[in-house]
Structures are given as C-alpha cells and as structure tokens.
C-alpha cells in the first residue's frame, strides 16, 4: 500500500503580524465573508508574531547507554495571554517535557555528524483569517509512523476551537468531510488487508474486518489545510499488510458534498455515449458510426467502482471493438466539464495500469453521466456525455442501438418478404425484399420516432426502392429477445406483421465482432 506521506507546503507569509490576542492590524483586515488560506513551514515561523517556539533544541548527544542521540526540537507557542492559549501552550510542552527531557542536559556528541537514532518533533500551522490549526509531528527514532496532535485556536477571541468549529467557519459540511474521509481510509484498509490475504496472512473473507474508522467525530483528527481549498486530515492506523502503525493524510476538497443516498442505483448501470467533445468540437458517436459504452458496476472494495469502457465501429460488414476495464475510486469534488458547468460534488477517479491516462467520472444536474478522459499526447483529451441505456426512449436521439447494429438474415430462404435488413449505428438501413411479381433493394433512415412496446424497442423508417420512389410501407424493427439460435427480429410492412409464428427459424446477425489490437 502506498504511504501518503506529508510535505510542508509552501505559502505567503501574513502580510500584518498578530501583535497579541485580540488586536489587528490594519493591514491584515479581510474583508467579511472572503476565504484566505495560508499554511506556513516551520523554517519561517521565527518571523511569525503569533506563533513563536517555545522550544527548540537541535544537536547531538551522548546518551548514558552509550549511543548517540539527534534531537532536532520545535514546538510553538501561542502568544496569547487567554486560558485557552496557555493550556494549549502546556499540553504541548509536556511532549518535549516527558519525552525528550532527560536528553537536553546530556553532553554534546564528539562526532556531530552521525547519531543512532534522531527524535524530532515539528509543527505546521495552517491559517484561516485569524484562526489557526496547528499540527506536531512527533518521531521517536524508531520504524514506527510519526505521531500528530493537533489544536485549533482562534487568536481574535482567543478561545480554541473543535475542528468542526473551524471547518464550518470555512463554509465547508463536516458531514460531507467525514464521509468521504471514511470511504478513503476505508478504502485504504481493505486494499491492504486484501495484499494480506493474498499473501495467506489473513484469512480470506476478512476483507471487510478492519477496525480503521476509530474516530468518533473530526474533533479527534488533527487537520490542515493548503491555499487551492483542500483540507487534509492525519489519521493513524494499523497496516495488516506491515505489521505497523502507518500515517494517511487523505486529501479531500472543503467544498465536498455528501453522495446521495440512492447513489448506488443512480449510477452502477449500463450507460451510452449521446455527445462527444475531442478538441473543442462536438459530434454524435452514431454519425460517425461508432458507440461509446459505459458500463458502472460495484466492486469489493470500499469507495471503488469497476468501470469498463467499450468503444465500437461498424465498418461493413463488420463491428470492431475494444474494451478496457479499470478501478475507479469515489472522491469528493466536482467536475468543471469543458463548456463550465459544473457537477455534483463527487468523482471516480480511473487510472490505467502505467498511470498516464486517467477517466473523471461525474454526474451532472440533469441526471447524465459525464466523462472526461486524458493521455500523455497533445490533444489526446476527449469528454464524454452519456445516458442510461435503458432510458433510450428519453434521448431523443434517432440513431440506431447498439445491439441491433448489422445484418440479420431470414432463416426461412423460401418465405417471400424481406430476405435480410441491415441496421447502422448512424440510423441508416438497407433491406433486400422478394415479393410475388417484386423484388429489390430498399434503403432509408430512422424517422426519429421510437417508443417502447412489450415486446421492446420499436423504431420506425422511411424507405424507398433502387429508383427513389418512397414505399408504399413502412418498417418497425421491435425487439431482439437474447436467443443464442438468433434473433427474433419482428417487421411490419403496411398492415402486414411479419414474426416468428410466420417465421419460425430465427434471424441470424452475420456481421462478426472483430476486436481492436490495443
């Protein structure tokens, strides 16, 4: 399982420094309601008024055992005279005050320049208009994952302030925070014990049985945050897989909403390209002979969804293919699509195998799946919109579906009719018709109405013969029931109902599936 290890992040430093709790400058008024956030590295708080170090201790002793020690000491100090300020001050001493204490009054090492272990504690602040969250990492010198603690203050009122407290002040839904914090430690946790299990380690069946989620409330957590809006929130844990106590730092955007409730029956279907977009311009799959397919289904992991991919071109007489399947993880986030509008507030995030192309998935407002996808080349991003399969009545789209592309053949070679129909995805079709004292070939589009009938989907055509002249009937194609003998493509023409009771032998789609080298 990869560690997610955190980096200091760079940042601007307070235009107006807090002189003491309670007082501003002119300088750092803000002006009501507007968001700055500001995360400060350690190496700079020396210059920071409000946060000063109220230890700090850097060299290298000798220990009584023996062995060298590095201690590389910073803890900050909150320079208010309020109660809060100064518990907060204590409760941070006392990590230097019974951990690292008894190593302060031991003799300088001779060789400054190698030690056995180093001890070092360190702190960010994160700053949100006058409040803060402070975060100390504390790293005793051992293989097991730094600890942190933290606290937010508030130096205006000079009164601490839960995480909840701060996060709402922020316009962010903790509910919606601790949601999706939830699905990616989880998420976290059973991909690690799932390694275990197929290591042998662990039995299998005990995927989900992972205890990750210890927290009660985000108030537990210690959090910070970085200026493009995310909050990041340090959580510690046990890996199966290691054997040790790991550090997430799960990044989730502040403007993070919670998923709906019927996500699941919402978006775990079968879905189909109506719109493509590749380099600003915008075309309908079916013009072009082609069908982009989606298809959405839950996986074993938490937070994950497989996602299989599957493009197609008729190219007469055949359909060419190519699939791809990845694992897509739920984020919190929307997705701005390339005309601006924006989604609902979560993603799937699908990578490939070697990382360089990636699928956002979303759902927009209007209850259409919308798909951004991205490769290493230039110009190689194309977005995708697409419509629930089962919804094709409500597309409004004239096209032929998926699974009635090509040439069905009648099974009866001695029955008069229509010998065989050919079906194209861009709604074209083409019939060979024998009748007494007639026969030729007729050709036509879809008029663009369809609607469903009990025995499915039925679509309506224009036709005319080899010299132009519009026919004298029409064609409805109805349904095809899944036989694996054939289809039983029903007809009409004019009055006359054509099926397998007239028909008995099944049709036969002829047109071979030929998948694509990747």
């Known amino acids: 399982m990869k560690h997610k290890a955190f980096r200091w992040i760079p940042a601007v430093l307070l235009a107006a420094l807090l002189a003491g709790c309670g007082a501003k400058t002119a300088a750092s008024a803000r002006p009501a309601g507007s968001r700055e956030l500001k995360s400060t590295p350690p190496d700079s708080m020396h210059a920071t008024a409000a946060i000063t170090e109220q230890y700090t201790l850097e060299k290298v002793v000798q220990a009584e055992n023996g062995g060298k020690v590095r201690l590389n000491i910073h803890l900050p100090r909150l320079e208010c005279d309020s109660a809060d300020a ?15 204490q008894e190593y302060a009054d031991c003799p300088a090492a001779a060789d400054p320049e190698s030690w056995d272990i180093c001890i070092e504690m360190n702190w960010n602040a994160s700053w949100y208009g ?11 010198g051992g293989t097991d994952a730094p600890f942190h603690q933290g606290w937010c203050f508030d130096f205006d009122s000079g009164k601490q302030l839960t995480a909840t407290q701060l996060l709402q002040r922020m316009g962010a839904d903790p509910a919606a925070l601790e949601e999706a914090l939830y699905r990616d430690i989880k998420r976290r946790d059973e991909l690690d014990r799932q390694t275990t299990c197929e290591r042998g380690l662990l039995p299998h069946g005990s995927l989900k049985e992972g205890n990750t989620a210890w927290w009660a409330t985000l108030d537990e957590l210690p959090l910070s945050f970085d200026e493009t809006g995310n909050v990041i929130f340090f959580v510690r844990r046990f ?14 955007p502040l403007d993070a909403q919670p998923l709906p409730q019927d996500w699941e029956q919402q978006v775990l279907a079968e879905w189909m390209a109506v719109t493509a977009v590749t380099q600003g311009e915008s075309y309908a799959p079916a013009d072009r002979n082609e069908s982009f397919t989606l ?17 197609e071109t008729y190219v007469s007489p055949q359909i060419q293919s190519a699939a791809e399947t990845r694992t897509g993880e739920l984020n919190a986030g929307a997705v701005t699509g390339w005309d601006g509008e924006k989604s609902q507030g979560w993603n799937l995030t699908c990578l490939s195998e070697d990382s360089r192309s990636c699928w956002i998935i979303s759902m927009m407002e209007d209850g259409s799946l919308l798909m951004r996808s991205t490769g290493p080349q230039k110009g190689s991003e194309v977005w995708y919109v697409f419509q629930r399969t089962e919804a094709w009545d409500d597309i409004g789209y004239t096209a032929i579906p998926r699974r009635l592309w090509g040439t069905y053949r009648a099974g009866d070679e001695a029955a008069k009719g229509i010998r065989w129909m050919t079906f194209l995805p861009d709604g074209s079709c083409c019939m060979s018709v024998e009748w007494v004292g007639w026969n030729g070939t007729l050709t036509g589009t879809a008029e663009g109405t369809q609607g469903r009938t009990e025995d499915g989907t039925e679509l309506h055509f224009t036709l005319t013969d080899t010299d132009g002249r519009p026919c004298e009937f029409w064609a409805i194609l109805l349904n095809d029931d899944g036989s694996p003998s054939g289809c039983s493509l029903k007809y009409r023409a004019g009055e006359v109902l054509f099926d397998r009771d007239t028909r008995p032998v099944y049709w036969k789609n002829d047109s071979p599936d030929l998948t694509l080298v990747p």
């Open 239 to 252: 890996s199966a897989s290691r054997e040790e106590y790991v550090n997430d730092a799960p990044t989730i």
């Open 295 to 311: 298809r959405l289904e839950k996986a074993e992991i938490t937070g994950t969804v497989t996602v299989s991919f599957i493009r």
């Open 130 to 140: 006058d409040c803060v969250s402070l975060v100390v990492s504390s790293d005793y």
């Open 86 to 100: 100064a518990r907060i001050n204590a409760e941070i001493a006392r990590l230097y005050e019974y951990d690292v």
